[in-house]
T-cell receptor, first 113, second 113 residues
Framework: NAGVTQTPKFRVLKTGQSMTLLCAQD?????MYWYRQDPGMGLRLIHY???????AKGEVPDGYNVSRLKKQNFLLGLESAAPSQTSVYFC????????????FGQGTRLTVV | AQSVTQLDSQVPVFEEAPVELRCNYS??????LFWYVQYPNQGLQLLLK??????LVKSINGFEAEFNKSQTSFHLRKPSVHISDTAEYFC???????????FGAGTRLFVKA
Protein backbone atom coordinates (compact mmCIF):
# COMPACT_ATOMS: atom_id res chain seq x y z
CA ASN A 1 0.00 0.00 0.00
CA ALA A 2 1.79 3.13 -1.25
CA GLY A 3 -0.39 5.67 0.60
CA VAL A 4 0.46 9.18 -0.60
CA THR A 5 3.16 9.56 -3.23
CA GLN A 6 4.72 12.85 -4.31
CA THR A 7 6.82 13.49 -7.37
CA PRO A 8 9.42 14.82 -7.75
CA LYS A 9 11.29 14.59 -4.44
CA PHE A 10 13.75 17.36 -5.27
CA ARG A 11 13.77 20.16 -7.80
CA VAL A 12 15.78 23.30 -8.50
CA LEU A 13 14.09 26.00 -10.56
CA LYS A 14 15.25 29.30 -11.93
CA THR A 15 13.20 32.38 -11.12
CA GLY A 16 10.33 32.67 -13.56
CA GLN A 17 10.22 29.00 -14.53
CA SER A 18 7.10 26.92 -14.08
CA MET A 19 6.57 23.45 -12.73
CA THR A 20 3.92 21.04 -11.50
CA LEU A 21 4.11 18.89 -8.41
CA LEU A 22 2.11 15.68 -8.51
CA CYS A 23 0.42 14.01 -5.57
CA ALA A 24 -1.23 10.61 -5.86
CA GLN A 25 -3.09 8.67 -3.17
CA ASP A 26 -4.41 5.14 -3.31
CA UNK A 27 -6.66 5.22 -0.23
CA UNK A 28 -9.77 6.50 -2.03
CA UNK A 29 -9.73 9.63 0.15
CA UNK A 30 -12.03 12.49 -0.73
CA UNK A 31 -9.97 15.30 0.79
CA MET A 32 -6.52 16.31 -0.38
CA TYR A 33 -4.24 19.15 0.68
CA TRP A 34 -1.05 20.94 -0.26
CA TYR A 35 1.09 22.44 2.51
CA ARG A 36 4.39 24.23 2.54
CA GLN A 37 6.81 23.85 5.43
CA ASP A 38 9.22 26.62 6.31
CA PRO A 39 11.55 26.83 9.34
CA GLY A 40 9.79 28.20 12.40
CA MET A 41 6.44 28.45 10.62
CA GLY A 42 5.18 24.90 10.70
CA LEU A 43 2.88 23.75 7.94
CA ARG A 44 0.80 26.30 6.10
CA LEU A 45 -2.10 25.27 3.91
CA ILE A 46 -1.79 26.39 0.29
CA HIS A 47 -4.86 24.86 -1.36
CA TYR A 48 -7.15 21.97 -0.67
CA UNK A 49 -9.83 19.87 -2.33
CA UNK A 50 -12.89 18.20 -0.85
CA UNK A 51 -13.57 16.02 -3.86
CA UNK A 52 -12.88 15.39 -7.53
CA UNK A 53 -13.27 18.58 -9.54
CA UNK A 54 -13.21 20.89 -6.50
CA UNK A 55 -10.48 23.16 -5.15
CA ALA A 56 -10.33 25.87 -2.50
CA LYS A 57 -7.79 28.37 -1.25
CA GLY A 58 -5.97 27.85 1.97
CA GLU A 59 -3.85 30.16 4.05
CA VAL A 60 -1.15 31.03 1.50
CA PRO A 61 -2.53 30.47 -2.02
CA ASP A 62 -0.84 33.32 -3.92
CA GLY A 63 1.49 32.19 -6.68
CA TYR A 64 0.07 28.66 -6.80
CA ASN A 65 -2.68 26.90 -8.71
CA VAL A 66 -4.14 23.44 -8.24
CA SER A 67 -6.27 20.92 -10.08
CA ARG A 68 -8.13 17.77 -9.02
CA LEU A 69 -9.25 16.20 -12.28
CA LYS A 70 -9.12 12.69 -10.85
CA LYS A 71 -9.99 11.71 -7.30
CA GLN A 72 -6.62 10.11 -6.67
CA ASN A 73 -4.48 12.98 -7.98
CA PHE A 74 -3.93 16.54 -6.77
CA LEU A 75 -1.59 18.75 -8.77
CA LEU A 76 0.14 21.88 -7.51
CA GLY A 77 1.40 24.33 -10.11
CA LEU A 78 3.82 27.21 -9.91
CA GLU A 79 3.35 29.41 -12.99
CA SER A 80 6.31 31.73 -12.41
CA ALA A 81 8.55 30.57 -9.58
CA ALA A 82 10.00 33.08 -7.12
CA PRO A 83 12.76 32.63 -4.52
CA SER A 84 10.09 33.08 -1.80
CA GLN A 85 8.62 29.77 -2.95
CA THR A 86 11.73 27.89 -1.89
CA SER A 87 10.29 25.45 0.61
CA VAL A 88 9.41 21.86 1.34
CA TYR A 89 5.99 20.96 -0.03
CA PHE A 90 3.82 18.25 1.47
CA CYS A 91 0.72 16.68 0.11
CA UNK A 92 -1.77 15.03 2.43
CA UNK A 93 -5.10 13.27 2.18
CA UNK A 94 -7.87 12.38 4.59
CA UNK A 95 -11.16 10.55 4.41
CA UNK A 96 -14.64 11.84 5.15
CA UNK A 97 -15.02 10.17 8.54
CA UNK A 98 -14.96 13.63 10.05
CA UNK A 99 -11.78 13.45 12.07
CA UNK A 100 -9.57 14.72 9.24
CA UNK A 101 -6.68 12.48 10.30
CA UNK A 102 -4.11 13.25 7.62
CA UNK A 103 -1.81 10.94 5.69
CA PHE A 104 1.26 12.67 4.30
CA GLY A 105 3.58 12.16 1.40
CA GLN A 106 7.36 12.26 1.79
CA GLY A 107 7.65 15.84 0.62
CA THR A 108 9.19 17.75 -2.30
CA ARG A 109 12.15 19.98 -1.61
CA LEU A 110 11.99 22.91 -4.04
CA THR A 111 14.72 25.50 -4.42
CA VAL A 112 14.16 28.57 -6.58
CA VAL A 113 17.35 30.39 -7.53
CA ALA B 1 -10.90 30.97 13.42
CA GLN B 2 -8.77 28.19 14.78
CA SER B 3 -5.19 28.60 15.87
CA VAL B 4 -2.56 26.39 17.43
CA THR B 5 0.34 27.58 19.57
CA GLN B 6 3.26 25.40 20.43
CA LEU B 7 5.01 27.17 23.23
CA ASP B 8 8.51 25.82 22.71
CA SER B 9 10.35 25.81 19.41
CA GLN B 10 13.12 23.56 20.70
CA VAL B 11 13.35 21.20 23.66
CA PRO B 12 16.73 19.63 24.48
CA VAL B 13 16.60 16.79 26.99
CA PHE B 14 18.86 14.01 28.19
CA GLU B 15 18.09 10.41 27.40
CA GLU B 16 15.80 8.70 29.95
CA ALA B 17 14.56 12.07 31.27
CA PRO B 18 10.87 13.02 31.11
CA VAL B 19 9.65 15.54 28.57
CA GLU B 20 6.58 17.68 28.00
CA LEU B 21 5.82 19.45 24.73
CA ARG B 22 3.19 22.11 25.17
CA CYS B 23 0.30 22.90 22.87
CA ASN B 24 -2.57 25.36 23.24
CA TYR B 25 -5.35 25.90 20.75
CA SER B 26 -8.21 28.26 20.19
CA UNK B 27 -11.52 27.43 18.55
CA UNK B 28 -15.11 28.48 18.94
CA UNK B 29 -16.45 24.97 18.23
CA UNK B 30 -15.70 21.38 19.14
CA UNK B 31 -12.38 20.09 17.88
CA UNK B 32 -10.34 17.02 17.21
CA LEU B 33 -6.72 17.20 18.36
CA PHE B 34 -3.64 15.50 16.98
CA TRP B 35 0.07 15.16 17.51
CA TYR B 36 2.15 14.32 14.46
CA VAL B 37 5.85 13.44 14.40
CA GLN B 38 8.32 14.19 11.62
CA TYR B 39 11.65 12.38 11.53
CA PRO B 40 14.47 13.95 9.48
CA ASN B 41 13.79 14.08 5.75
CA GLN B 42 10.44 12.38 6.10
CA GLY B 43 6.78 13.34 5.96
CA LEU B 44 4.58 13.73 9.01
CA GLN B 45 3.00 10.70 10.60
CA LEU B 46 0.26 10.52 13.20
CA LEU B 47 1.48 9.94 16.75
CA LEU B 48 -1.82 10.10 18.64
CA LYS B 49 -5.23 11.73 18.49
CA UNK B 50 -8.09 12.86 20.68
CA UNK B 51 -11.53 12.51 19.14
CA UNK B 52 -13.86 12.06 22.14
CA UNK B 53 -14.22 10.11 25.35
CA UNK B 54 -11.25 9.68 27.68
CA UNK B 55 -9.18 12.85 27.78
CA LEU B 56 -5.92 10.90 28.11
CA VAL B 57 -4.73 9.30 24.90
CA LYS B 58 -1.63 7.20 24.39
CA SER B 59 0.65 6.16 21.54
CA ILE B 60 2.27 2.77 21.06
CA ASN B 61 5.76 4.14 21.77
CA GLY B 62 5.10 5.58 25.22
CA PHE B 63 3.88 9.10 24.48
CA GLU B 64 0.64 10.37 25.96
CA ALA B 65 -1.38 13.57 25.71
CA GLU B 66 -4.19 14.96 27.78
CA PHE B 67 -7.03 17.07 26.45
CA ASN B 68 -7.85 19.89 28.85
CA LYS B 69 -10.92 21.71 27.61
CA SER B 70 -10.90 24.43 30.26
CA GLN B 71 -7.29 25.34 29.51
CA THR B 72 -7.63 24.59 25.77
CA SER B 73 -4.45 22.55 25.93
CA PHE B 74 -3.23 19.23 24.55
CA HIS B 75 0.27 18.76 25.97
CA LEU B 76 2.39 15.78 24.92
CA ARG B 77 4.39 13.88 27.53
CA LYS B 78 6.75 10.97 27.78
CA PRO B 79 8.16 9.77 31.12
CA SER B 80 11.49 8.57 29.68
CA VAL B 81 12.77 9.57 26.24
CA HIS B 82 15.12 7.70 23.92
CA ILE B 83 17.63 8.97 21.39
CA SER B 84 15.27 7.69 18.70
CA ASP B 85 12.59 10.16 19.83
CA THR B 86 14.64 13.00 18.35
CA ALA B 87 12.27 14.55 15.81
CA GLU B 88 9.97 17.49 15.22
CA TYR B 89 6.52 17.26 16.78
CA PHE B 90 3.48 19.10 15.49
CA CYS B 91 0.26 19.75 17.33
CA UNK B 92 -2.80 20.08 15.10
CA UNK B 93 -6.50 20.80 15.42
CA UNK B 94 -9.49 20.28 13.17
CA UNK B 95 -13.02 21.47 13.78
CA UNK B 96 -15.76 18.86 13.92
CA UNK B 97 -17.60 19.05 10.62
CA UNK B 98 -14.86 21.10 9.02
CA UNK B 99 -12.55 20.45 6.08
CA UNK B 100 -9.18 21.69 7.28
CA UNK B 101 -6.55 20.89 9.86
CA UNK B 102 -4.45 23.69 11.34
CA PHE B 103 -0.91 22.91 12.45
CA GLY B 104 1.27 24.52 15.05
CA ALA B 105 4.76 25.76 14.23
CA GLY B 106 6.36 22.60 15.57
CA THR B 107 8.65 21.71 18.49
CA ARG B 108 12.03 20.20 17.77
CA LEU B 109 12.83 17.57 20.41
CA PHE B 110 16.52 16.83 20.70
CA VAL B 111 17.47 13.91 22.95
CA LYS B 112 21.07 13.89 24.13
CA ALA B 113 23.05 10.91 25.34
Amino acid sequence: NAGVTQTPKFRVLKTGQSMTLLCAQDMNHEYMYWYRQDPGMGLRLIHYSVGEGTTAKGEVPDGYNVSRLKKQNFLLGLESAAPSQTSVYFCASSDTSGTLEAFFGQGTRLTVV
Amino acid sequence: AQSVTQLDSQVPVFEEAPVELRCNYSSSVSVYLFWYVQYPNQGLQLLLKYLSGSTLVKSINGFEAEFNKSQTSFHLRKPSVHISDTAEYFCAVSETGGFKTIFGAGTRLFVKA
